[in-house]
């Protein structure tokens, strides 16, 4: 069964696990303090063109949403998003485990607009005693959406300007962050992010990494004290330098980028191929989740010999699927599962 259910199936980079060996038996100092983690960061500056971000490495997404977000926020406060979006959907209530509302908003494609968020603050500034209401706090994006989508140059600034204006701070959520970058439909780059984002994190988990997520902290305001905050979450890891060895192979030699376009060049070549089909998608993503929608018969044959999620039932006859690549996503596999579209 060849698998493209998700982009973190495999374990890590070659380059990763080599380095990780070499460096087994060194003696280093604990919590992400080491020369390993100190390489990383300067490597991840150089990459956002700033010298005066901070940068802190935790494990997982989730883990990085929470802790990010609970730093953020007044308790009083909630964190304004998409209703698709990743902390509104799956992860099991945990931003509201640490007493912080998620304020959704509609989305279709997994975007929200500077004109909603606008929107939801005009609406709770009108209401009769808003300090009675939860209050909106800051806003999270993802780069991409849970859906593959990504935000324009243009998007992003205009929510910027909006969050500007009512003193919010922007979170941008990266865990796929390199795919989103790769995409032929990208106008933007790491630098501009690290100028619109209050904070933001680049996504190591499903781009290439065992584990691990690097957070870049770029307005002062919230840099002080967050280490504090990794601890009071469980998120400072006692053999940090196990992630920073990892991140600064990944900005070493532009690897991240590098292993983030072969997954979207591969994405792309399966959805040439669906189109050249007739096959409809669900959304239509520029990164590495596609979602065509099959026919149950369609489902049956590609179900034999490839793995994928079932991503939302479109009626009794028809269901999208997510078809995943990654940066580990064979060229032989794909090759393969193009000729059972061919089939189709």
Not at 31 to 38: I, Q, V
Not at 70 to 98: C, D, K
Not at 229 to 236: A, D, F, L, N, R
Request: glycine share 8%.
């Amino acid at each position: 069964m060849i698998q493209f259910q998700c982009d973190y199936n495999e374990g890590a980079h070659p380059l990763i696990i080599q380095r990780l060996v070499e460096s087994n038996m060194q003696q280093t100092i604990g919590y992400g303090e080491d020369s390993y983690c100190k390489e990383a960061i300067q490597l991840i500056k150089s990459a956002c063109q700033r010298e005066d971000i901070d940068v802190h490495f935790l494990v997982g997404g989730t883990q990085t949403n929470t802790t990010v977000i609970a730093h953020l926020l007044r308790p009083y406060q909630g964190v304004l998003t998409a209703s698709s979006g990743h902390i509104n959907v799956h992860e099991t209530g945990a931003i509201e485990s640490t007493g912080h509302k998620v304020l959704a908003l509609p989305s279709n494609d997994g975007k929200i607009t500077a004109t909603q968020i606008q929107e939801a603050i005009t609406a709770h500034l009108n209401e009769d005693g808003p300090e009675h209401m939860v209050q909106p706090g800051m806003v999270y994006l993802s780069f991409p959406t849970e859906v593959g989508t990504i935000y324009t140059y243009k998007e992003l600034q205009a929510i910027r300007n909006v969050c500007n204006l009512h003193d919010l701070p922007l979170f941008i959520d990266g865990a796929r962050l390199g795919y989103g970058l790769c995409s032929p439909e990208c106008d933007i780059t790491l630098p501009q992010i690290a100028q619109l984002a209050d904070v933001f994190y680049i996504g190591g988990t499903k781009v290439g990494a065992l584990f691990g997520e690097a957070v870049v902290i770029t307005n002062d305001r919230f840099q002080r004290d967050f280490r504090y905050s990794i601890k009071q979450h469980g998120g400072m890891l006692a053999k940090g330098r196990l992630l920073g060895i990892q991140f600064a192979t990944l900005f070493t030699n532009n690897q991240y980028f590098n292993i983030a376009s072969h997954a979207i060049d591969e994405a792309m070549r399966i959805k040439k191929a669906l189109k050249e089909k007739n096959i409809q998608f669900l959304i239509d993503s520029p990164t590495n989740q596609q979602f065509p929608i099959l026919n149950n018969k369609q489902l049956e044959i590609l179900s034999q010999d490839f793995l994928f999620s079932e991503w939302q039932r479109v009626d009794s006859q028809h269901t999208a699927i997510r078809i995943c690549t990654s940066w580990a996503t064979k060229g032989e596999n794909v090759d393969k599962l193009l000729r059972a579209i061919e089939q189709l």
